[in-house]
T-cell receptor, first 111, second 113 residues
Framework: NAGVTQTPKFQVLKTGQSMTLQCAQD?????MYWYRQDPGMGLRLIYY???????DKGEVPNGYNVSRLNKREFSLRLESAAPSQTSVYFC??????????FGPGTRLTVT | AQSVTQPDIHITVSEGASLELRCNYS??????LFWYVQSPGQGLQLLLK??????LVQGIKGFEAEFKRSQSSFNLRKPSVHWSDAAEYFC???????????FGKGTTLSVSS
């Protein structure tokens, strides 16, 4: 039981490049989340998916798109990366009543 | 709107000393409250949670937290800190829509020998 996995662990992009962050969970959870973590800002919700086939914006969705490919996988895409998107990205899934399990994170640098 | 405030950005505690990390929340109804810990370079791990009932909740690693409705607080405590407790600690509240967590900005704990 791997829990929540994320790939890649690290990534460096140039401004304007695109990339997709992958997330998968093997706990059969319905809801999945993408957060970004910046120093002194805590975690801020980018997008979430309450169930397969549905997605909703969180607090900071601009510049991102998501896909809930199936119940296991929830990907985050940056179409045209900007330096302001330099951050650590966490995926999480919901066990029940707000209890979230987090992946190890992806550290993204945009130059 | 819901919010979570962690007043202390950084705290240093001597090993073996007691610890209290503060958390204040703003929420219109009975909140769902959480404490998470993040070790350097790692993801977040749930320490404990409060949904209802007994206002003193026990968590993993010897941590406990007390819910005080009158003070809108959910402070995290540990009687004796170990060097391995050095990490960043986040308080969070479930949002009213039931869809996500709202996190505080975190408190970094350093442990001195």
């Amino acid at each position: 039981n791997a829990g929540v996995t994320q790939t890649p662990k690290f990534q460096v992009l140039k401004t304007g490049q695109s990339m997709t962050l992958q997330c998968a969970q093997d706990m059969n959870h319905n809801s999945m989340y993408w957060y970004r973590q910046d120093p002194g800002m805590g975690l801020r919700l980018i997008y979430y998916s309450a169930s397969e086939g549905t997605t909703d914006k969180g607090e900071v969705p601009n510049g991102y798109n998501v896909s809930r490919l199936n119940k296991r996988e929830f990907s985050l895409r940056l179409e045209s990366a900007a330096p302001s998107q330099t951050s650590v990205y966490f995926c999480a899934s919901l066990a029940g009543a707000y209890e979230q399990y987090f992946g190890p994170g992806t550290r993204l640098t945009v130059t | 709107a819901q919010s979570v405030t962690q007043p202390d950005i950084h705290i240093t505690v001597s090993e073996g000393a007691s610890l209290e990390l503060r958390c204040n929340y703003s929420y219109g109804a009975t909140p769902y409250l959480f404490w998470y810990v993040q070790s350097p370079g790692q993801g977040l791990q749930l320490l404990l949670k409060y949904f209802s009932g007994d206002t003193l909740v026990q968590g993993i690693k010897g941590f406990e937290a007390e819910f005080k409705r009158s003070q809108s607080s959910f402070n995290l405590r540990k009687p004796s800190v170990h060097w391995s407790d050095a990490a960043e600690y986040f308080c969070a509240v479930g949002n009213q829509a039931g869809t996500a967590l709202i996190f505080g900005k975190g408190t970094t704990l350093s442990v001195s020998s």
